[in-house]
């Protein structure tokens, strides 16, 4: 499993040079997972048992055993429970308008569904208001937050115009630092019979108007959506703007976008359902970090992706929700940390390292999905002794305390 850089702690192994604010400790925790090797067990969790953690400002300055735990201006008992961080969810779809119910009924029924997939919600999506798909996002935001998710990543993707992406990543914008120019995630219904002039709105006056409010630039690389020429001018085009390339691959059926990715210096892959070798080889010699996606194929009856190969290969790993209204519409990392245990072939500490250091990963990021010195205090309390029982007990509320940047939110 590679674990992503983290800052050095100049102070010492268990504590980092304080910041202004006031101080808070967390002492008498079970088993604290701080995803550092260097602390508690030297196992990629670098658990902590009987552990204490002190909060300063917006950051943890301190880890530790709970009889060392310096004074602080404040204190909080966890009573024996578990400490971990919170998870980053590194993949969804949060800006969308409507309802698509009737698509998964049919699909759980065995019935085919042609009303239209995707285009259903970009037709919906056009129609909104701008309050209305900010209150939808901020709604999901909130849902998600309340079962310990702190980092989220979203897309655009359900305008597929140059206005409607545009606000779509302008809204999002406002709640969440990770966000993801998808106007490529199919051809719009407007350009069907000419797939290369969309192509060439997405690099052009779309990616002008979207890439201010953007941080990534995304496309599905799927039969049916966009080829591997296709998405590989979009992913260029988009990195020549500033923005970073992530990609949906290998989802439906085997193709170039794991390939791709890996070519492009993709922070992560998504899906990596149908893997070749070479696939599976060309993720453990890059950085690019394949991000599963299981609520994807419980919602739609796939192929799980086989996770111990990945894993095993020595690719690192990252697990996401895939949020949306159509394929995916669970905003709960928990349950899909105990689907990958179930059905992946995940241990649970895999599963739980995956969907906090490994989401990090998947945004390149290094304060966040880890409890150590120097890191943002986004912490989440379990109602149990151990991060084994997100597994162990699934679809039970576990979480029952969540910090974000060092304020209490749950």
């Not at 009924?105 to 919906?124: H, K, Q």
């Not at 900010?134 to 990543?153: C, F, K, V």
């Not at 989401?359 to 002794?385: H, K, M, N, S």
Request: charged share 20%; net charge negative.
């Amino acid at each position: 499993m590679n674990t992503p850089t983290t800052p050095s702690s100049p102070a010492g192994p268990n504590q980092a040079n304080s910041t202004t604010g006031t101080t808070t400790v967390i002492t008498n925790i079970g088993t604290l997972v701080t995803n550092d090797p260097s602390l508690g067990d030297h196992s990629p969790l670098g658990l902590i048992q009987d552990a204490a953690v002190v909060i300063e400002g917006d950051r943890v300055v301190w880890t530790g055993e709970s009889s060392k735990a310096p004074t602080t201006d404040n204190a909080l008992d966890a009573g024996g429970r578990a400490v971990l961080p919170g998870f980053v969810d590194s993949h969804s779809h949060l800006v969308f308008a409507g309802d698509r119910t009737a698509e998964f009924n049919a699909r759980m029924s065995g019935r085919p569904y042609t009303a239209g997939g995707i285009r259903t919600t970009v037709a919906a999506t056009r129609a909104a208001s701008d309050r209305e798909l900010e209150a939808n996002l901020t709604r999901y935001l909130d849902e998600a937050l309340r079962q310990g998710t702190t980092t989220m990543e979203t897309k655009s993707g359900y305008g597929l115009t140059v206005a409607d992406e545009a606000r779509a990543l302008r809204l999002a914008a406002r709640h969440t630092d990770e966000t993801t120019y998808l106007g490529a995630h199919i051809v719009a219904p407007d350009h069907a019979d000419d797939p290369a002039a969309y192509v060439a709105l997405v690099t052009g006056e779309m990616l002008d108007a979207c890439a201010p409010h953007a941080r990534w630039i995304d496309v599905f690389c799927e039969k049916g959506a966009f080829d591997g020429d296709q998405a590989r001018a979009i992913l260029t085009a988009g990195r020549a703007k500033g923005l970073h390339p992530r990609i949906h691959a290998n989802q439906l059926t085997h193709g170039p976008g794991v390939q791709l990715a890996v070519e492009l210096d993709a922070a992560s892959a998504d899906h990596c359902t149908h893997l070749t070798d070479a696939d599976v080889d060309a993720l453990a010699s890059g950085d690019t970090v394949a991000t599963l996606l299981p609520g994807a194929e419980f919602s739609t009856r796939a192929p799980w992706p086989d996770a111990r190969r990945l894993l095993d290969a020595g690719v690192t790993v990252a697990l996401s929700t895939d949020c949306n209204p159509g394929s995916s519409f669970t905003s709960s990392v928990p349950f899909c940390i105990a689907l990958a245990v179930r059905d992946m072939g995940m241990t649970p500490d895999e599963a739980v390292w995956a969907a906090t250091a490994g989401g990090a990963a998947a945004l390149r990021r290094t304060d966040v999905g880890r409890v150590a010195p120097g890191a943002q205090a986004d912490l989440v309390l379990l109602d149990a002794p151990s991060h084994v029982h997100l597994a162990y007990r699934p679809g039970v509320p576990l979480v029952t305390g969540v910090w974000r940047k060092g304020v209490r939110e749950v």
